[in-house]
């Protein structure tokens, strides 16, 4: 039930680009991502939503491919604040509750 | 722009002792999150609170954790008993309506909570 989230860490030279994706076993129809810093909250980037749309945050994108039940997230041309774990939440629905299935995230070190 | 907060941000006591932990949700939002994050690990869902009850807790969510909205403002977590194994960042959550699917979780900035 918990999406999958690939690489488990990257490490990257400013400027440099990644791809971080989320996948599930069940049936995707949002995927939301966040960005955690060390000893912080996280913060949230974006909500892909059914239908393959692509979205962006500063150089960030992600794209939703439903039949893949798939999201990736791009990081385009790294810079060292794109460091921390980045995580993709699943939406589950029961009645009333709505509550997000977290990936495990995805550590990324941005060096100089 | 409005945010969650939470109080105190770094809380300190002893095995056994009771902790309350507070939240101020974002002030038109209506359901309300508990998470923790032991240090190195993921973050792991707690409770969700929506309408003045529980709508899910999980598995850590056992009998020594409880849940409060005492006033139209604030939202709490309370350890009766605390063990060594409950140090870890607790964050509070909170998010406007469930109905939209554009509508997404924003986060409290976290109580480191130490127990010695």
């Known amino acids: 039930q918990q999406p999958v989230q690939s690489p488990q860490a990257v490490i990257l030279r400013e400027g440099e680009d990644a791809v971080i994706n989320c996948s599930s076993s069940?049936?995707?129809?949002?995927v939301h991502w966040y960005r955690q810093k060390h000893g912080e909250a996280p913060v949230f980037l974006m909500i892909l939503l059914k239908g393959g749309e692509q979205k962006g945050h500063e150089k960030i994108s992600a794209s939703f491919n439903e039949k893949k039940q798939q999201s990736s997230l791009y990081l385009t041309a790294s810079q060292l604040s794109y460091s921390g774990t980045y995580f993709c939440?699943?939406?589950?629905?029961?009645?009333?509750?709505?509550?997000?299935?977290w990936g495990l995230g995805t550590s990324l070190a941005v060096n100089p | 722009e409005p945010e969650v907060t939470q109080t105190p941000s770094h809380q300190v006591t002893q095995m056994g002792q009771e902790v309350i932990l507070r939240c101020v949700p974002i002030s038109n939002h209506l359901y309300f999150y508990w998470y923790r994050q032991i240090l190195g690990q993921k973050v792991e869902f707690l409770v969700s609170?929506?309408?003045?009850?529980?709508?899910?807790k999980s598995e850590i969510f056992d009998d020594q954790f409880s849940v409060e909205r005492p006033d139209g403002s604030n939202f709490t977590l309370k350890i009766r008993s605390t063990k060594l194994e409950d140090s870890a960042m607790y964050f509070c959550a909170s998010m406007r309506e469930g109905g939209a699917r554009t509508d997404t979780q924003y986060f409290g900035p976290g109580t480191r909570l130490t127990v010695l």
């Open positions: 939440g699943t939406e589950r629905w029961a009645g009333n509750n709505r509550k997000l299935i």
């Open positions: 069940k049936a995707l129809y949002s």
């Open positions: 609170f929506y309408n003045n009850e529980i709508s899910e």
